[in-house]
């Protein structure tokens, strides 16, 4: 290959300019040129092409968010905005691409694959860490550590007027930001997509957490663990058991900011790895980084099959908030 092309997609994640970085870098060093295609695949059926050369990703590795900007596009979920976007590719001579994003990036990246033979290899970027066939994606460590910044600072407000809390975290429909952080935040309860636990429980909870002397409760309620959130969540305690609580929803404040020094460095591994094996020739892949080692698993795998929860972490922060 001479030149490829990289970009990002759907929700932004810290360290997503550090993978931009590493795939444009690494593909220099092999003599590859590389077109940035800037808001993603909307960019790809405008034609938003921009050359990078080694310079043009220079102090990128420390800022959060993607110099490339991203969308989520609609018209890219038709046959003819695909054929659009694949045609202006062509015309740019751009022989195979790194997509950085997540599940919705690769369901895209497979349909180009398919419907006009472009070979793509993915680098899993998403703060969800969703993606099957990598044990972490770009953004989720610094994800967690932004929430759970702010849970330690809502803990000394709780703490002061003896309240509880519902505190939203995102995660669309998986729970692994919120399990993380409600372990590493001393969490009375964690409520998640994948175990199902009842308004009725969390109500006896925090009852039995007053019975033992504890003043203020933190629940941490995943966005996906109940219709409505952590506020219809709230609701319904308060409608069984009488409990006053205050809801925080932290919202977008966790895709911000600068990346982690793990999310750095996963992904600068993870943005070489993917560059050097679309050069190549292997295409339909993500990258990923299973017990430390680097793996290659097919796109469909990566977006169709379920990646658990630990269990045993769940039942660890039920046993540690008694
Ligand atoms: O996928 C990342 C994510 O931040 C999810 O956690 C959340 O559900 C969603 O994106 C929010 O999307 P948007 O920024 O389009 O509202």
Do not use: C, W
Request: no cysteine.
């Amino acid at each position: 290959m001479k030149r490829i092309g990289v970009f990002t997609s759907g929700g932004d994640a810290p360290g997503m300019n550090a993978a931009l970085r590493a795939v444009v870098r690494t593909a220099s060093g092999m003599g590859v040129e590389v077109v940035g295609i800037r808001r993603g695949y909307a960019g790809m059926i405008d034609g938003e092409f921009v050359p990078l050369g080694p310079r043009d990703v220079a102090n990128i590795i420390q800022r959060g968010g993607t110099i490339l900007l991203t969308a989520r596009s609609k018209d890219f979920m038709t046959e003819a905005g695909r054929a659009t976007a694949a045609r202006n590719l062509k015309e740019a001579g751009i022989e195979g691409l790194v997509a950085i994003g997540g599940d919705g990036t690769f369901r895209g990246a497979e349909r180009l694959i398919e419907e006009h033979r472009i070979p793509v290899v993915g680098v899993p970027g998403t703060i969800d860490n969703d993606l099957y066939g990598t044990d972490y994606t770009i953004g989720f460590d610094t994800a967690v550590n932004t929430a759970l910044d702010a849970i330690d600072r809502i803990r000394d407000t709780a703490a002061s007027h003896e309240r509880v809390f519902f505190i939203e975290v995102m995660g669309r429909y998986a729970g692994f930001i919120a399990l993380e952080v409600g372990i590493a935040g001393g969490a009375e309860v964690v409520a998640l997509p994948e175990v199902s636990i009842s308004p009725e429980e969390i109500a006896r909870t925090i009852s039995a957490s007053l019975e033992k002397g504890k003043r203020s409760s933190i629940i941490v309620v995943a966005e996906g663990a109940y219709p409505g959130g952590a506020e219809a969540l709230f609701r319904a305690v308060r409608e069984l058991s009488g409990f006053e609580a205050r809801v925080t929803v932290l919202g977008h404040i966790q895709r911000g900011g600068s990346p982690t020094a793990k999310d750095r460095v996963l992904a600068s591994r993870l943005g070489a790895v993917a560059t050097r094996t679309l050069v190549g020739g292997t295409s339909g892949v993500m990258v990923g980084e299973v017990e430390g080692e680097v793996t290659l698993t097919p796109l469909y795998e990566a977006v169709t099959k379920k990646k658990e929860i630990d269990i045993d972490l769940y039942e660890l922060a039920r046993v540690l908030s008694g």
